[in-house]
């Protein structure tokens, strides 16, 4: 083995720059910017530890808040929502049709409007049995009963239910869930959309010798006029048979541009099961009541018997 040259040895020993560059200087640059990463790290550990349990209880939070609150947070959610719900006028079950809807064309809230019930099962699944059809206004959730009676015959010149036709009135617009149930246990859904209402003042009509804001031969009132926050006398008048007329009587109100249903007048408890008069000024049934309304606008009333909205009455209140 070769003697190692003290000459080459030195030379390899030192730096080949000419200068050093590893300054004090260098030096110093080098240990603030490792410091200054490891305070990024140590800010970083600390920001994630300390937001981490923040985020989970406000996850928390949304997932378990109540709807209503949720709809202000983020009202948009909802409303995609019910915006992709669409009429559903058709009901299967295990890939069987049991009821199928025909409403009348383009019905419109606040308005009496008709509705054909096609039934597919026979006719012995019913009889005897207490239908009742609901609706739920999907926006607000505000529930309708429209019919219920016990079934005790098939549709006149049909086998079945074949021909189930109905008149009713839903007080606001959007979607209806309508159920229909069987001795209280649901049956089927479908789905119909109400067009948005007129507010159109109701016309008059005559009977007897008096005017009546209203409906000819259905139900009117003798219209004192409405100025907001009064209680005035109104005198209903009626039209129909002993089941429609008989049970308690309630009258609410929305105003335009609203959802919200106030409470008007509702009658006497002790007398809820015949709160109807008798006839009176050509009419089958007669009640004099007090009522107000507590804004200026137009309202439309929603008077009631045994739970069944009679036709919509739109008044001015000034």
Do not use: C
Request: overall charge positive; hydrophobic content about 40%; glycine content about 6%.
């Amino acid at each position: 083995m070769k003697e190692e040259n003290p000459y080459w040895a030195k030379r390899l020993t030192q730096s080949p720059f000419s200068d050093s560059h590893f300054t004090p200087q260098l030096k110093n640059k080098v240990l603030m910017r490792t410091s200054t990463k490891s305070n990024n790290r140590k800010f970083t550990s600390i920001t994630v530890a300390t937001l981490l349990p923040v985020a989970i209880v406000l996850f928390g939070f949304f997932i378990f808040a109540r709807k209503d609150t949720l709809q202000t947070i983020v009202p948009s959610y909802f409303g995609m929502a019910t915006a992709s719900m669409s009429e559903q006028k058709q009901y299967y079950k295990n890939g069987r049709l049991l009821i199928s809807l025909s409403p009348q064309h383009e019905a419109r809230a606040g308005e009496m409007n008709g509705y054909i019930f096609h039934f597919e099962e026979p006719f012995e699944n019913f009889l005897g049995k207490l239908m009742t059809i609901q609706a739920v206004n999907l926006r607000s959730g505000l529930v309708e009963t429209v019919s219920s009676e016990v079934i005790k015959e098939p549709n006149i010149g049909y086998p079945r239910l074949e021909r189930y036709a109905l008149r009713f009135a839903l007080p606001l617009d959007g979607l209806w869930r309508i159920e229909v149930k069987l001795d209280n246990n649901l049956y089927g859904t479908l789905m119909i959309n109400m067009q948005s209402p007129s507010w159109e003042i109701t016309p008059m009509f005559q009977s007897d010798v008096y005017l009546l804001r209203g409906f000819e031969k259905q139900v009117g009132f003798i219209d004192a006029g409405f100025k907001a926050g009064k209680d005035q006398k109104y005198i209903w008048h009626f039209w129909g048979t002993e089941e429609k007329l008989n049970g308690p009587f309630e009258v609410k109100a929305i105003k335009e541009g609203s959802d919200n249903l106030i409470d008007v007048y509702a009658s006497n408890p002790l007398s809820s099961a015949n709160a109807l008069g008798g006839p009176l000024n050509g009419a089958d049934r007669a009640l004099p009541t007090s009522m107000m309304l507590p804004e200026v606008g137009r309202w439309r009333l929603l008077p009631y018997v045994h739970g069944k909205l009679l036709d919509p009455i739109v008044v001015e209140v000034k």
